[in-house]
């Protein structure tokens, strides 16, 4: 069994369910458990640990290898330590089958953390301290649901040259993804009783219009935008809700529309679109944004000198872009350059029998230990 492995074993046996899932207090609830295993794990390798508070009871976790003297690059490795709920008690026992190790977060994102890890702390053993250079790392938390963790570590000032933002990309190095962006429009009418529909206005029946508007028409417009690595911008209507019971005529509705967001475009500038489509088709509906933070598209430039070295760590010779939302977007937005790179499938990630290829995370801790070792000692 190889250390990453192992580590990753470790992990999967502890359980880092995002709060916003379980109550108040819950025994699965919450990353501090992990925090400190890997808090104590980092310093038996001799690396510095820290902490970042982020809202009661949870904190972002620091493990650094800092070089002697003055620091003149960052480099930190930022995969999240939540993960969503267990369907069952089997989710936290890990099991091998067939070159895959099964377990809830074995690939979103524990598998990330173990590759992370697992190198850093290689790299702390083997010999003298980086040139210059500080290798970090951070446990980020509340990935799953609002991005707490990353929205406090992009404010608080924290600078790096390159952040490698730990989720299930299938070994490659991605240097784009999507935005995301949830809006509410509200319908709304007159109540009247069931008996007498005549009397009321239906907000449900002004809703269906602006459904139809929205999967057809703004979809078909969407369709003609395009990014070369990212495809076009999608919209999809997820939610419903509309009227108190049968025979009440509804006096609002609500839909609640899930947008990706391609770089370049922005929350305000979706908006207006919304509302320029809908004055158009002469549609009423009141917009609001239904997500407290936005959540930005990431475009990185390939040509900075760190992501080429990564790229050539991982043999990668075209670029990647992915569909989904991650911390980097955040990260990016707050002046630090990031990518999303990790062992695992996104088609795995919130599965019943979620799982990771065990020669992937071995081959992802040994791409990031050639990486690192060839920025910390660039002459070695």
């Given amino acids: 069994m190889t250390s990453a492995e192992k580590l990753l074993r470790e992990l999967i046996a502890l359980p880092s369910v995002n709060n916003a899932f379980l109550p108040a207090g819950h025994p699965r609830a919450g990353e501090r458990r992990v925090g400190e295993f890997l808090a104590a794990f980092g310093r038996r390798a001799g690396l510095d640990v820290g902490w970042q508070p982020v809202s009661p009871g949870r904190s972002n976790l620091f493990l650094r290898l800092s070089p002697k003297g003055r620091v003149r690059k960052k480099i930190l490795l930022a995969p999240h330590l939540d993960t969503v709920e267990v369907a069952s008690e089997e989710q936290l026992v890990p099991r091998r089958r067939g070159g895959r190790l099964y377990g809830r977060g074995a690939c979103d994102t524990k598998g990330s953390v173990a590759a992370m890890v697992t190198a850093l702390c290689e790299l702390a053993s083997a010999g003298p301290r980086p040139q210059g250079i500080e290798l970090g790392f951070v446990g980020l938390i509340d990935e799953e649901t609002a991005q707490t963790g990353s929205r406090r570590l992009a404010d608080s000032g924290f600078k790096a040259d390159l952040a490698i933002v730990g989720e299930p990309t ?21 109540a009247a009783h069931g008996a007498r529909p005549e009397l009321g206005k239906n907000a449900i029946r002004g809703m269906a219009p602006v459904v139809e508007l929205i999967e057809k028409r703004y979809g078909a417009l969407l369709r003609r935008r395009s990014h070369p690595l990212l495809g076009h911008p999608t919209v999809n209507v997820g939610t419903i809700c509309g009227g108190l019971q049968a025979n009440i005529v509804p006096a609002q509705c609500s839909i609640t529309i899930d947008r990706r967001t391609l770089p370049g475009e922005t929350d305000a500038g979706v908006e207006r679109e919304l509302r320029g489509l809908l004055r158009e088709a002469g549609l009423e509906a009141f917009l609001s944004n239904a997500k407290a933070a936005p959540c930005i598209p990431l475009e990185t ?24 939302f991650s911390d980097a977007g955040v990260l990016a937005q707050g002046g630090i350059p990031s990518v999303v790179f990790g062992p695992g499938d996104i088609a795995q990630a919130h599965t019943a029998d979620e799982w990771i290829s065990v020669a992937e995370l071995d081959r992802a801790r040994a791409i990031l230990s050639d990486f690192l070792r060839r920025a910390a000692w660039p002459t070695g």
């Fill in 301 to 324: 430039d390939p040509d900075l000198p760190l992501v080429r070295q990564l790229l050539q760590s991982a043999h990668q010779k075209s670029l990647a872009g992915v569909d989904y």
């Fill in 170 to 190: 299938r070994l490659k190095v991605v240097t784009s993804h999507k935005g995301n962006l949830w809006i509410t429009l509200q319908t709304r009418g007159k």
